[in-house]
């Protein structure tokens, strides 16, 4: 079977560096899956989680956005933070998306309500990781 | 002749200093280590970045970014990256010597420099020698937050963008290793074309998701960011060995010092003896 290399960093490590089958990743308009020999493609990542499949075998990763840029041979991750969803800590998870709806909600504070809007959706998104993971196993 | 009491207080001062120097060359070779290591771990982001961006110039793209063009220069900005603290030997002081001969190099050509700075000890060389600050990140620390520098790479790219400037240049330290560091005055803007594709023309372009002009714009930014902050953390890097350096040579000194000092001491000591023996059997003779 013909595979794709495929490389995800974050600004502070390598994450992942191997082959795969087939990748998907949320792109900002909506899911992508990617297959070896894919036209060259340069989209947005919006928070949510990336999985590489390697003939049986899946790995997942979380990532909060950044770039995605596809060649031919070639999918390169470019992830703002990303980490593997092994490591993502439901508990953790929802712990950040009660602080980020709590501090939408008292909007008339000197929070910065963009800031805080990002937060929740990064939140939600790690959770959705979390739930999808546990559904599979 | 000096005494020996003098003698013995400055032997004492120059110990106590030579405390505090091997000191901090250990807790710079301590830190030496975690900054290499950060350094490191930014490295492949900053690789895979520059291979992105290799393939977007090549890319026989719909969308020009104004990063690749080349307008004819009246300002340029220099990004100086230094450290905070001192103490590390010529490593600030080389760097800003030759951010001022590329500046008047320009200035010849008839184009003006102004800069952004990172790090107190920029801000603090250039306030004394005069030249237009734009922007002043100060106090990063040893795990500098990639967030901190945003504000001042958007500052520059903004001047850029409103034609106030129309290069810019990255100053810093490179690491070679821990003996040598490399100052480099490397131009950020505009990016300098890849060699292939004059040879190449290439008829390819990407699918963009969502607009082509949106996602260059970030991307290209983003990958500006990558740079300086890369430079950051190598400039960290180079600061702790520097600083090990220089205060392992401090302590080496200070020991040749009082190597000397013991040897006076000692020569001062004998002839005052040799006095008072002298003046004893010179009296007992008199008597």
Known sequence: MSTIKINIVSSSEEIYSGEATMVFATGTLGELGIAPGHTPLLTGLAPGPVRVQNGNEEEAFFCSGGFLEVQPDLVTVLSDTAERAESLDESEAIKAKEIAEKELSNKDTSIDYAKASAQLAEAVARLKTIQKLRKKQ | ?287
């Open chain 2, 1 to 287: 002749m000096a005494n020996t009491k003098e003698v013995r207080k400055q032997i004492a001062s120059i110990k106590s200093t030579q405390k505090i120097t091997s000191a901090m060359e250990m807790v710079a070779a301590s830190k030496m280590k975690k900054t290499q290591d950060t350094m490191l771990e930014g490295r492949p982001y900053s690789l895979k970045i520059k291979d992105v961006i290799s393939h977007v110039a090549l890319a026989n793209s719909e969308y020009p970014h104004p990063f690749y063009e080349e307008r004819k220069s009246k300002k340029a900005c220099f990004i100086v990256v230094s450290s905070d603290k001192g103490l590390c030997g010529g490593l600030n002081i080389n760097l800003f010597k030759q951010v001022i001969s590329k500046s008047a190099e320009l200035n010849e050509q008839g184009i003006d420099s102004c800069f952004a700075l990172i790090g107190t000890k920029a801000s603090a060389f250039f306030k004394s020698v005069g030249g237009e600050v734009i922007a002043v990140a100060e106090k990063l620390g040893d795990k500098p937050n990639p967030d901190d520098l945003i504000g001042l790479t958007k500052v520059v790219l903004d001047m850029h963008k409103n034609s106030g400037i129309d290069q810019a240049y990255l100053c810093s330290n490179g690491f070679v290793n821990t003996m040598t560091q490399q100052p480099n005055v490397e131009q950020l803007i505009p990016l300098a074309p890849e060699e292939q594709s004059e040879s190449n023309p290439s008829q390819w372009d990407y699918i963009y998701e969502p607009e082509a002009k949106e996602l260059l714009d970030g991307l290209l930014t983003r990958y500006i960011e990558s740079l300086v902050y890369q430079a950051v953390i190598e400039n960290n890097a180079c600061e702790q060995a520097a600083k090990m350096i220089a205060m392992k040579n401090a302590t080496d000194n200070a020991g040749d010092l009082i190597k000397e000092l013991e040897l006076l001491y000692n020569n001062v000591r004998q002839a005052a003896i040799t006095q008072e023996l002298s003046e004893i059997v010179g009296g007992a003779s008199a008597v």
